[in-house]
């Protein structure tokens, strides 16, 4: 057996999620980030205006409670905790 074969492979880190500066997307970018957190986390718990939240979310972001995150597999972004 060679060296190769006996090392357990290793994820690439090309893979792994990161988080992006804030600062680096637009105003709408961001909004729309803030709309997707609002309807997936409340607007599946009976919330009746899920978008009442976009000010407490956006003020969570720019606290830096909430980050973006992107996933390069996925090709994807939205806000979650920091890590």
Do not use: I
């Amino acid at each position: 057996m060679s060296e190769e074969t006996t090392r357990p492979a290793q994820a690439d880190p090309r893979q792994e999620k990161f988080v992006v500066d804030r600062e680096l997307l637009s105003d709408d970018q961001l909004e729309g980030l803030v709309d997707e957190y609002c309807t997936r986390y409340h607007g599946l718990n009976d919330t009746e205006n899920p978008m009442a939240e976009r000010g407490r979310v956006m003020a969570a972001v720019r606290r830096g409670d909430l980050v973006v995150w992107f996933d390069p597999v996925e090709n994807t972004a939205g806000l979650g905790v920091p890590a």
